[in-house]
Each structure stands twice: as C-alpha cells, then as structure tokens.
C-alpha cells in the first residue's frame, strides 16, 4: 500500500517547470491515489508538527508561482477589491462545482520572527484553530468536521495563511466562515496547548535532525542567507523559548486587516463574496503591512561544507541568492532554468546525472522567487562514494550553461512546454486557488498571467545568457554536502 | 525532508481519509455526472478503453494501467515490475530513449507513470487537442519497448538511488518494508514494490524483457481518458493506435493464498532514529469482487471514526488530551488484489513510553468494540465522506485513478457507487463489530522501532544552537 508508489521520474518534470519539486509532485500523486501514498509526501498541510519547523516549509508556498502560467486566452476573470478596513479582496467566480476555496494571508512569516524566537511565526499561525472565540479546541475540529470542511495552514518565509475548503451550500459555508472569523480574530493560544505542540514541534525537530535531507537544506538556508531573516531556523532553544505573550503580540501586530489578503475561488457571487470577507475581517483590528524585508546580501565568495552522516547517500544543494518576486528577469531566467535544470528530462542537469551516468534519482534546479531574493538552487541526493563525480558533473553543467548559454533547439523545447502546458495550470479550483493566492500577496498585476505565455515567446538565447551571468556567479557560490566520503569531495 | 511526521507512511492518513471515504447522501451530486456518462468499449484485443468526459477545462487525461504489480513477481527478481516501467522510457525502434518524455514535453505534457502492489500505470496530461499523439505514443510503447542493455545499466543504477533515497536512509520505510515482510508469509506483498536490494543487483535486461512479453499486452490493460473529449471520437482513436497490438495469452496466476493468521507477530527495528514508533497491522477482509460485503464498509467507517479528521478519537484522545503520543492515525484500504490490512500507528517523543501509546491506541479500539460510536461521530464521518464526494469532482486525474484502480483490483468502475452507496448505510452496531471481529491481537502484526544512536559520522545537533547561524 503505502511506499509503494514509485514515480518513473523525480522532482522535475514538465509540470514543475519553474521550481520542480520531487516532494511536491509525489504529494500531488500521493493526494490523488486511494491509499497509496508516497514516503515522502511533503506539503505543509500533511502535518501540523511539520508546520512548525520553517526550514522544512522554506520555498514551498512558492512553488505555486513556479508553476504559474496561465491559459493563453483570458480566460480567468479575476475580481479585486480593498476593503474599507484595508483587507485586499481576490475573488475568482465560478459555478460549476457546488464548492468554495477560501483563503487568508498575512505577511507574517517566518522571516518576522523576532530574533531568539524561531518558530513564533508559525507557532502562532498554528494555533488559530486549537480554540478560539466562544469555540474550544474539540469544538473547531468537530463543526469542521461536522460539515465536511478541509482546513490547511502553512507559513513559509513570507507568508502565513489558513485555507478552508467547503460546500458552498450556506449552512456549511456560513458555519465555516463564522469559525475562520472566530480563528483569525480571537484565538485562544492556550498555554497548556501551546506547551504541548512546543514539545511535538520539538520533538519533530530532534528526528529531522537525524533525516540528511533535513539537514541539508537547513545548512543551505543558513548559508546563502547569513544573519538575513530568511536564514533564520527553529532550533529546540528558540522553541523552548516561545510564551503565550509571544504569541498574543505576535497576533496583535501582524494579524490585522492592513496586513490581510483573502482569496476566493469557486461557487460564489459578488454579494455573497462581500458578506464573506466583512465577516472574517469584522473583528481584526486595523493595523498595517510590516515594512519590506532587508535585502539579502550576496555571498562574497564559495564555500563548501561537509556535514558527516552515515546516510547511504550523500545530499548536496549548491547555489546562492537568487531573484524576488519582482526580478526584471524574471522570464529569462524561468526558461533558462527550464533547460538547466527545471524541466524534468528535458533538462541538462538530468540528462547529464540521471540519464548518462546513473547517479541520481533526482537533479534539479529552481529559482525561488520570493518577497526578497530567494535562492537559486541544484540539488541532488548520489551514494556515498560517487559524491566527487556527481558534484564535478553539476559544476561542468551549470559552467557550461553560463558560458555557452542554451541552444536554439533547447529553446524551442522549452517554450513549446511551457507555453502549450498553459491550459493544465488552471484546470481545477484548487490550482487556480493557489495561483490567486500567490498574485494577491505579491501584488502582481491581474493581467499578469495573461502576459505569461506573450513574455516566454520573446524570450531568446541572449537575454538567458544575460540574465544568468548577471545572476549567477560560479565564484560566491555555496556548496552543502551532508553524508560521506568527504575526502573525496574535496 | 520535511519532519517525521511527513515521512511516516502513515502520516497522511488524516487526509487521505478525507479524500478516500466518499459518500453518496442527499446531496444533488447526480446532476453532475447526469450530463456525461461514463462510457466503456472492450477492444477486438481485449483492451478495455473506459472514457470520463468532463469539459470544465480543455484538457485530457490518459491512464494505462496493466494488471501486473509487485505481487506478480517471484523471489529473486523482485523489484521487476518497477525497473520495467522505468525501461518504458527507454525507447522504441520508432521514438529512441527520451524521446517520449521529450515528445510529451513539447505537446505541453504533463507525463509520469507509478508502479503499485497490484498494478503499473502510465499517464499523460495534455490539451485536449493533443491526445491522439499521446495516444500514439503509449500504443507504440505497449508492444515496441526496445529494452537496450546499455540503457539498462545506467537506469538499474538510477532505481538503485531511489531505493537508497526512500528506503535505506528512510527508518520508517525501513519499518514499513519489515512489517509487510512479517505480516505476509505466503503472499507476496510480503516483498516491497521497488525490490530488495540484492535483487535488483542480481536483475538483468532478460528478466525484464520476461516481464514485458508477460504482462504488456492489451488484454492485461485498461485504458482510462478523461476530460474534454467525445467517447466516439475517443473509442475511434484507440482503436486507430491500439485496436492493431495483437493479444496475448495472460499466464494463469496463483493464488499465492495466505495462510489464516495464527497469533500474534512482533518484530523489532533497530535503526538510528530519535522518535520511537510503532506500525499495527491487522489482516482484514477486503472488498471481494462478488458481492461488496459488509465487513469492508463498516471498517472504512471506522477508520474515519479513529482517525478521518481533527476531531477523530485517536488524535483527540492520545495527541491532544493524553499527550501520549505525538501522532497517531489509523487506515484501511478495501480494495485490493491481495489480502487486506487495516493499520495504525502511533509515535511518542524521545525517550517516551511506546508501549503505553500502543496500549492506549489498542485501548482506543477496544473501546468501540465494548462500548459502541455516538450517533454524533457517526454522521461525522459520514459528513465528510459526502464532501469528499463533492471536492473529488475538482481532480480530473483523481477521477481516472478512481476508475483504474477499481478496474485492476479485479472490480468494475461501477461498483464504486454501490459501494459509496453501502458506506451511507453502515451503522453503529456494525462498526462496534468491525471493531471486535477484526482488531483483535490473534490478527495483528505490530513493528515497532527501536531508536538507536547516531553512529560516529553523525551530524552535531542544533540543540541549543539559536536561531541565527554565523557564517
């Protein structure tokens, strides 16, 4: 049953063009697949423990942008407004499901937590649903559950959010909406519940400490990020710290209207969607978005770092700070990574490790595009003692990349994915949910998806060229290596 | 990567059971298949195309599901039928290695394909336009497969590293492969999808190709489309591109029955790990092709009523008020090929008292076999069975895996409403029976890990390290 589910390809297929990820795939697979469910399933919403932990949320939420394109035609007719109160209203209208995906976010994520209180950010965003207004923690859970609803929170680097899906039929939606007010405005955060999700957050987070991946990321976070925010990560310390006064501050501040999107897909009208959202945003005081993040730095040279374990495989990320949300290259450099390392097995990285030589099961690349700038990263897991080859043969790639850029036959290729995959984007509520959610909160242009496929066409080999040179530099670049035969990876 | 608790088999039981118990109430729900059947056609080979037409959006799904998993394998060869569906995009004399991904690819394609127990499926997402070339593409594949010796080398290596990545470095696989290896002494679901380790040393480019002329004909396969597409103009196309593969005779297939449980097994893993577990599996009835017995319903529910959603009694009761356990989650899956399971499990913190959490979640069970379910906890689940009904309509793939799933585990596409329908109507009474007929200890397999230290190569904690990381 489960474990059982073995993908022929790994992270980077087609789909994930932009920010392909082998965790996020075989979730959706494994999400999809009665009963059968992959080890490695790693969506935020499948624990509440694993919210806790930043590192291992890091960069997910924006793997919703990565798959962002859009179907060619105009079609999606997405509704905005701003609330007196300051809370941005997305709203998409459509009938032909007798369902509803509701959606809030706040710019509280990890990178607001205050130093010495990693986790507080998700702590608190985890806690909005264990009690609440005249509610306890059983009573949420039971009327949720009463009328079928799904709920699932995530907090990454920027973002904190909480999404139900419900019936759209008022006596379940209204029931819900009425708790995700509760929720938002007049959590409980208990102390006896906060002390125990602490220690199952704790607890979490001693067992991926043993967990290669785990660690391999979190090193390379802490690295190309530095003392930036971003680089910041839970430890056992910073979550032993956590007070419930932490916590009501933490609300206080960030949870307010001026800080609030809310995005709404589904089986809705206008007047319906305007009493949704003055209801959920009734009670949260009025406030205002936190100022920007500090820019991250570059890295001022490469670096390499061994982190021993007895793993059978060795886990490696190379890269450094990439491009935010708002890079003028932002398209260049989606379809130069689509050949570099993006695109499944159209992609260099996987032609040279997987396919040619047999050293991985999965290679991949992506830019993260974030709030400030996100990494760029390669990564790939090889047994022990091929560590020195796998790594010699990512470093020729990508410096082969960066001299000769791509060819026109790859380019090609690459277009001709993402823009003929455009109409599978958007071919559910839930993915163009997703998407909603990612334009409200970065503030891009409503029409910015109808531009999607026009800007993938102009793109040519100079302006990848352009655009990767100027963004990365083979000599500030950090190398993370957590498993064995060190001696040899130099 | 992400904590334990996503790398738990288990742990996404909660949702999957908000995904997987669907049922049928008084809900309008048949308005929105009244419009497009589904339709189903058996080819002049024996292969069966079923099409789901659904035009929400411009887009088609094909699935090709071959009726041979792991189960069909034999010791020493194990892991076959994984290695094979890697070789399927190894090439054709027509479309060389790669090429089919890369074809699909330029379509615009979403493609990948999953190997189970009971089956091997290959799929493809594309506009809709686009299908008949996908459909060309899987035919020829069907019958052409090159199977290049060289090839094979390199993607032996390739499967080796996604057994290394799933299972060597992963304890709670490593668990799940030994409780499978306990729980079945005849049957072979005792052996994991992806192989032993030795076997796919010892694994050639001929026990491969024995598989393929095996199992890979049509009338071993079903052939799922759904989306935005005319079942004529589809039955058209498929008999154009796989109506000229000539059939084979399938090799009859042995029961390979297991033995009735006899007590009692416990077994031990060691491996390093911080987090002590432990997985329960007892041998349950499945869903049997004649009639949809009772049994299978009532222990769905009661899955649902354990662990379906936040509420349910065995995180509520050993997670959030006894702080017992750091997680815990039951399952059950009715159909299969094989002997059925229904499992749980259950994790405590560091150092903490694993047998008082087993203790506490077998108290759990023997709680609903005394005592009953509240008519309350009842309707909960059957709640949210009803809406998982309603937000499955929103996965055009999860509609086909429905359909292709039903069809290799020996039942019919149809069935699934009688069962959906069965699953409404279970009581109380029935659950409280489940529980006391089929969660007994003479029924139950328990695994259990046993954390070891690091060895000496082991990374340094980040216990009191703070938040911030100097470089």
Same mark, same amino acid.
């Given at each position: ?48 423990? /694993? ?9 997910? !939420?924006? +793997?919703? =942008?990565?798959? @962002?394109?859009?179907? &060619? #035609? ?74 079928? /609803? ?9 973002? !904190?959010? +909480?999404? =139900?899906?419900? @019936?759209?039929?008022? &006596? #379940? ?318 | ?471």
């Amino acid at each position: 049953m489960h474990a059982s589910v073995y993908l022929q390809k790994s992270a980077s297929a087609p789909r994930a063009a932009w920010r392909p990820d082998r965790k996020a795939r075989t979730a959706a697979i494994a999400q999809l697949w009665r009963g059968y469910a992959t080890p490695r399933a790693g969506m935020p919403s499948g624990s509440n423990v /694993a919210r806790l932990l930043q590192v291992s949320a890091k960069h997910l !939420a924006l +793997f919703a =942008l990565c798959l @962002l394109p859009w179907a &060619a #035609q105009a079609g999606l007719d997405i509704q905005h407004w701003v609330l007196t109160n300051g809370a941005r209203v997305y709203f998409v209208e459509n009938h032909s499901l007798p369902m509803l995906d509701v959606s809030v976010q706040f710019d509280a994520g990890s990178a607001r937590d205050p130093v010495g209180k990693s986790g507080l950010a998700g702590m608190t965003q985890h806690l909005l649903n264990l009690g609440a207004g005249n509610l306890s923690e059983q009573a949420i859970a039971e009327r949720l559950a009463d009328i079928g /609803a799904q709920q699932s929170g995530s907090v990454d680097d920027d973002r !904190a959010s +909480f999404s =139900l899906r419900v @019936l759209s039929d008022p &006596a #379940q939606r209204d029931t819900a909406v009425a708790i995700l007010g509760a929720m938002l405005s007049a959590p409980h955060f208990d102390a006896t519940i906060l002390e125990r999700e602490k220690a199952r957050a704790i607890a979490a987070l001693r067992e991926s400490e043993t967990q290669p991946e785990f660690l391999v990321e979190r090193a390379f976070s802490q690295t190309i990020f530095g003392n930036h925010p971003y680089g910041m990560t839970s430890s056992e310390t910073s979550l032993s710290a956590l007070r419930r006064e932490d916590l009501i501050a933490f609300h206080r501040h960030h949870y307010t209207t001026g800080n609030l999107t809310l995005t709404l897909m589904g089986d809705l009208n206008r007047a319906e969607a305007e009493k949704l959202v003055a209801t959920v945003s009734a009670a949260l005081p009025a406030g205002h978005a936190p100022a920007p993040l500090p820019p991250v730095a570059e890295l001022t040279a490469s670096s390499q770092q061994v982190i021993p374990h007895h793993a059978t495989q060795s886990h490696i990320r190379i890269g450094q700070p990439g491009m935010t949300r708002d890079d003028p290259d932002y398209f260049p450099l989606l379809v130069g990574n689509y050949i570099l390392g993006g695109g499944g097995f159209d992609s260099r990285l996987t032609k040279a490790v997987r396919d040619q030589r047999g050293l991985s099961y999965s290679v991949h690349s992506y830019f993260s595009p974030m709030g400030q700038r996100g990494p760029f990263q390669i990564g790939l897991s090889t047994r022990r003692d091929a560590t020195h080859q796998a790594l010699q043969v990512v470093r020729d790639t990508l410096q082969n990349f960066l001299d000769q850029g791509p060819t026109e036959a790859e380019l090609t290729q690459a277009k001709n994915q993402l823009v003929g995959g455009f109409p599978l984007r958007l071919d559910s509520n839930k993915k163009i949910a997703q998407y909603l959610s990612v334009i409200a909160f970065y503030r891009l242009p409503l029409d910015w998806l109808d531009r999607y496929p026009v800007a993938v066409e102009k793109v040519n080999r100079e302006d990848i060229l352009r655009a990767f040179r100027s963004r990365v530099h083979p000599d500030r670049l950090a190398t993370l290596i957590v498993g064995g035969d060190v001696a040899t990876a130099r | 990567m992400l904590s334990l608790l996503n790398l738990l088999p288990y742990s996404r039981l909660a949702m999957l059971h908000r995904f997987f118990l669907l049922l049928l109430l008084a809900f309008p729900l048949t308005a929105l298949h009244a419009a497009d059947p589904i339709v189903e056609k058996t080819l002049g080979n024996g292969l069966k195309v079923i099409v789901l037409p659904d035009h929400r959006a411009a887009v088609a799904v094909q699935q090709a599901w071959y009726r041979a998993g792991s189960m069909d394998e034999s010791y020493g060869t194990t892991g076959v039928a994984h290695v094979l569906e890697h070789m399927m995009f190894k090439g054709t004399p027509k479309v060389p290695a790669g090429e089919f991904s890369r074809r699909i690819a330029a379509l615009g394609g979403r493609e990948n394909a999953f190997t189970s127990r009971d089956h091997t499926a290959y799929f493809q997402t594309v506009q809709a336009s686009r299908l008949p070339q996908a459909m060309a593409l899987e035919a020829d594949r069907m019958t052409h497969l090159s199977l290049d010796a060289d090839e094979f080398a390199k993607e032996l290596d390739v499967v080796k590293e996604e057994r290394r990545m799933r299972t060597e470095d992963n304890p709670h696989s490593r668990l799940y492969e030994q409780l499978m290896a306990s729980a079945f002494v005849a049957h072979p679901y005792r052996h994991p999808v992806i192989g032993w380790m030795n076997d796919l040393d010892n694994l050639t480019v001929a026990d491969t190709r024995a598989w393929y002329s095996r199992w890979y004909t049509p009338n071993n396969a079903i052939l799922v489309i759904a989306g935005d597409v005319d079942p004529a103009q589809v039955f058209a196309w498929a008999e154009q591109h796989y109506g000229t593969i000539p059939a084979r005779e399938i090799p009859a297939r042995k029961p390979q029955t297991e033995p009735a449980p006899q007590g009692m097994r416990h077994l031990q893993l060691k491996a390093p790990a911080k987090l002590p577990m432990a997985i329960l599996a007892w041998r349950a009835p499945k869903l049997e092709s004649a009639h949809l017995s009772r049994s299978p319903h009532a222990l769905e529910i009661l899955a649902g009523v354990l662990s379906g959603h936040e509420a349910a009694r065995l995180p509520q009761a050993l997670v959030k008020t006894r702080h017992i356990a750091l997680e815990a989650n039951a399952k059950y899956d009715a159909l299969s090929r094989g002997p059925a399971l229904f499992t749980a499990d259950v994790s405590v913190a560091e150092g903490g008292d694993l047998n008082a959490a087993i203790a506490a979640l077998k108290g759990e069970i023997s709680r609903v076999a005394r005592e009953g379910i509240s008519p309350a906890e009842l309707a909960r689940v059957k709640a949210q069975v009803l809406a998982a009904q309603v937000f499955e309509q929103d996965s055009l793939f999860y509609r086909a895996m429905q359909i292709g799933s039903w069809e290799t585990a020996g039942l019919s596409w149809r069935d699934r409403a009688t069962w959906l329908d069965g699953l409404k109507s279970v009581t109380a009474a029935e659950v409280q029976a489940a529980a006391a007929n089929w969660l007994t200890d003479d029924r139950l397999t328990l695994a259990e890990l046993v954390p070891q230290p690091m060895p000496e190569n082991a990374p340094p904690t980040a216990r009191g390290s703070g938040g911030r990381h100097a470089r």
